[in-house]
């Protein structure tokens, strides 16, 4: 009889709950991130060209909050909170969860891959963004970044040749 939260790969080999989870996770997180660049972006691409820099950020990072559901009373600069510090709706700490959940199942590269993202986004949160445009590179940076993760988990997961069982063994199991 199987164990009820584990899945069998092969005889004796199994992916445990917690590996799952972890892999789950990953992909959330990554996505989290991914598709908040991509609103941050969007959102100041709109920013008309007469609006005061400063007020025309705060107003499309109003709308950026709605939509990932940060109440922007709580919140002294939205802009830090959306690319920072926001626990479950910013950029950078999506990523760090990311990462989190990578060093528990994933190739070093793919955890290489991340932290590459991740310090890209502390080193610009020292200095913060002084512009819509700052931003709009910041969210850039983000996608290009998140690319990159995703072709490592094309290339080292899911390549293209066949793998062994030996193989699979250790991209999933051990």
Request: charged share 25%; aromatic share 6%; hydrophobic share 40%.
């Amino acid at each position: 009889m199987t164990e009820p939260r584990s899945l069998a790969m092969a005889q004796d080999r199994w992916i445990t709950d917690s590996r799952i989870y972890n892999l789950i996770w990953l992909g959330r997180w990554l996505e989290r991130a991914e598709n908040i660049a991509r609103t941050t972006s969007a959102a100041t691409q709109r920013i008309p060209a007469g609006a005061g820099d400063a007020d025309g950020l705060q107003a499309a990072m109003r709308d950026v909050a709605a939509t990932l559901g940060v109440p922007p009373e709580d919140c002294s600069d939205l802009t830090l909170e959306i690319l920072y510090s926001n626990p479950v709706s910013s950029m950078l700490q999506s990523l760090y969860k990311a990462r989190m959940n990578a060093t528990q199942v994933a190739p070093v590269e793919l955890v290489r891959a991340i932290s590459e993202v991740v310090l890209m986004l502390e080193e610009q949160e020292s200095s913060g963004p002084a512009s819509a445009d700052d931003v709009s590179r910041t969210a850039r940076g983000v996608m290009e970044g998140l690319a990159a993760v995703g072709e490592e988990i094309e290339n080292r997961w899911f390549s293209r040749e066949s793998l062994t069982e030996e193989e699979a063994y250790h991209r999933f199991v051990q």
